[in-house]
């Protein structure tokens, strides 16, 4: 008898283990669901295999470590480009710097792990009132990934819902966190009652039909309308090798190369990409600026550019500086990147390990207005800034364009720049706005209000994109509610899936079909 006992227990933590394995890798996998592979649907069979494991489980830290898994193959592999910042650029010895996205990526495993352990000790009865519970769940766990601690929402999964995707019809609604409790919603119903018997199949597949032509159907309303006469636009690409950027010996390169770029592409808005001046406005050579802008004023257009900007204080700013024939006009960098740009407290000592120029900066003010340029009012968002929904429809109804300015030189060739550019696509959904991005090395763009890559220059390429671009004006619902409407969804999820629990009590789990 003991024998068999221990041969059981034996079972079943090979078992377990297979399970926390399974979903790590559908976790890793979970990256080709987004850009630059694009394969949407994998975002929800990923999930589907977290959920499914999970209603297998009896305890709570069963889904705890299942969840984790997930999180850490996911993150592991979605965000590894971190590493080249690290180690390439910040000087980081190897190890260090491995050991630093290691527990970066499980810091980020904890929320789909609290996920995994709430599904599995508060999931209980019909398998649509489970589904509910994971996608609130999901909904709650990565809103708060999104704000604490400054907030990192990247990777979430909503974001590889774009375009081809049916769901991408609701992002102008909900917001990302919205579209990512639907993809969970559908992963859960997939695996709680796909496979039982016919009627779940089919219910399953109804809910799955149902949510995607509503989607589609949202996906075919206008909410915004153009506004005003398009204006040409120079979207200048500088390639800029980061490791070289910094040395004082090139600076007159860099800084006649800019100007050439400006000479070269004529609009009526010219713009460079972030802290394409290497170095404090304050510094630059006597009458630079002035040069800079001239080809732009002569044709009684604005040029939008980064550098940094010190005020009678000495705080330094990550900004953009507009110069022509509108007056001239500033945005400073207000949600800016933790340990890249300003040392969190009690994190002094990072510094030491890593050598990363203008790494003290100064957060600007939350509620700065748009940059009147001509007939439009341009938000500006600079780089990280744009992951942050909730931060960017500030600026509406007011703003006709949004503008991104980055420089993600620091991460190399990788998924950094098609990632980027996806979630450039969610904000101009989001907000029924152009989305404008001119970056140092990629990828720069024009996105239209629907989601759809209009124009895109190659990464690692110096040039630029010119066109013509028309600038909106109204409301989406996202605009008008920001993440309350998914958190109000979530919620929602949360109280239909807690009557059921009251109902069949906590010691009980019921795997009632759907």
Not at 13 to 32: D, I, M, N, P
Not at 413 to 434: C, K
Request: positive net charge; aromatic residues 10%.
């Amino acid at each position: 008898m003991t024998d068999r006992v221990r041969d059981s227990g034996a079972a079943r933590a090979r078992g377990r283990l297979g399970g926390v394995l399974a979903t790590l890798v559908a976790g890793g996998a979970s990256v080709f669901a987004f850009s630059p592979f694009g394969i949407f649907p994998l975002a929800m069979l990923s999930l589907a295999v977290l959920a499914g494991l999970a209603a297998r489980e009896s305890r709570a830290r069963g889904g705890f470590a299942l969840g984790f898994a997930w999180g850490l193959g996911a993150f592991l592999a979605g965000v590894s480009w971190l590493y080249v910042a690290l180690n390439r650029y910040g000087g980081m010895p190897m190890p260090l710097a491995a050991f630093a996205i290691l527990l970066f990526s499980a810091y980020l495993a904890l929320f789909p792990a609290a996920v995994g352990a709430l599904f599995v000790r508060f999931g209980r009865g019909a398998a649509w009132r489970r589904a509910l519970l994971f996608a609130g769940l999901w909904i709650v766990s990565e809103a708060l990934r999104g704000w604490l601690f400054t907030g990192f929402p990247w990777l979430a999964i909503g974001y590889s819902q774009t375009p081809p995707s049916p769901l991408a019809g609701y992002f102008p609604v909900l917001g990302v966190y919205g579209v990512g409790g639907l993809v969970a919603f559908l992963a859960a119903l997939v695996a709680l009652a796909a496979w039982r018997h016919a009627r779940a199949a089919a219910a399953t597949l109804g809910a799955i039909l149902v949510l995607s032509g509503l989607g589609y159907g949202l996906g075919r309303i206008a909410w915004t309308a153009p506004a005003g006469k398009p204006i040409d636009v120079a979207l200048i690409q500088t390639n800029i090798e980061q490791g070289l950027k910094w040395r004082p010996e090139l600076l007159s390169d860099w800084l006649e190369g800019n100007a050439r770029l400006v000479r070269e592409h004529p609009a009526d808005l010219v713009v460079l990409p972030e802290t394409t001046l290497p170095l404090l406005a304050d510094r630059l050579p006597d009458g630079y600026l002035e040069e800079l802008a001239a080809p732009v004023t002569a044709r009684g257009g604005d040029l939008v550019f980064g550098v940094f900007l010190r005020d009678a204080r000495g705080a330094i700013y990550n900004a953009a500086l507009s110069l022509g024939a509108s007056p001239s006009q500033t945005y400073a960098k207000q949600h800016l990147v933790p340990f890249g740009e300003y040392s969190p407290p009690l994190f002094g000592w990072f510094y030491e390990l890593v050598d990363i120029p203008m790494s003290d900066q100064t957060r600007g003010a939350p509620d700065q207005p748009p940059l009147r340029l001509g007939d439009q009012r341009v938000a500006i968002n600079i780089c990280y800034e744009d992951l942050f929904g909730r931060e960017l429809i500030r600026s509406l109804p007011e703003a006709t364009l949004m503008l991104n300015l980055s420089n993600l030189a620091w991460y190399g060739d990788s998924f950094a720049q098609p990632q980027h550019l996806q979630i450039a696509r969610v904000r101009a959904m989001e907000t029924g706005r152009p989305m404008l991005r001119s970056t140092n090395t990629g990828m720069t763009a024009l996105v239209q209000p629907d989601g759809r890559v209009a124009e895109v220059l190659p990464p690692f390429t110096q040039g630029a994109l010119s066109m013509s671009v028309q600038g909106y004006a109204g409301l989406t619902p996202y605009a008008r509610w920001g993440d309350s409407g998914a958190l109000l969804l979530a919620v929602l999820a949360l109280l239909v899936a807690g009557r059921q629990h009251g109902k069949t009590g906590a010691g009980k789990r019921h795997l009632t079909p759907a």
